[in-house]
């Protein structure tokens, strides 16, 4: 998070990759506020490198839960799955987790 707002204030705030990395930064919020969105890493259940799964915070008798910092009742979980996912090494070249770059 801190690398995507440092890259934000990098940015001009009329381009679009601006835009879109405020939202995504936004969606996400600020750490330990209960926003309704979780991330995780680990495996998913469809073997994917990434998944979301949407849903509503509600009660036992169904009735959706709203607060001030999640005011929609969101309840959306993203989850990285690391050993699927490839990261861009400081030669330029992409490489999976654990390769050292040489």
Known sequence: ?????????????KSD???KLERAL????????DNGVSVKFGANQDGAPAATVVGIQAD?????????DN???????????????RFLCSCGKHRSRGFSCG
Do not use: H
């Open 1 to 13: 998070m801190k690398k995507a707002q440092e890259a934000l204030k990098k940015l001009d705030s």
């Open 26 to 33: 936004n969606a996400y919020g600020a750490k330990g506020v």
């Open 60 to 68: 036992s008798a169904g009735i959706k839960l709203v607060s001030d």
């Open 17 to 19: 990759q601006y835009k």
């Open 71 to 85: 005011p929609t009742g969101q309840d959306t979980v993203v989850t990285f799955d690391l050993t699927q996912q």
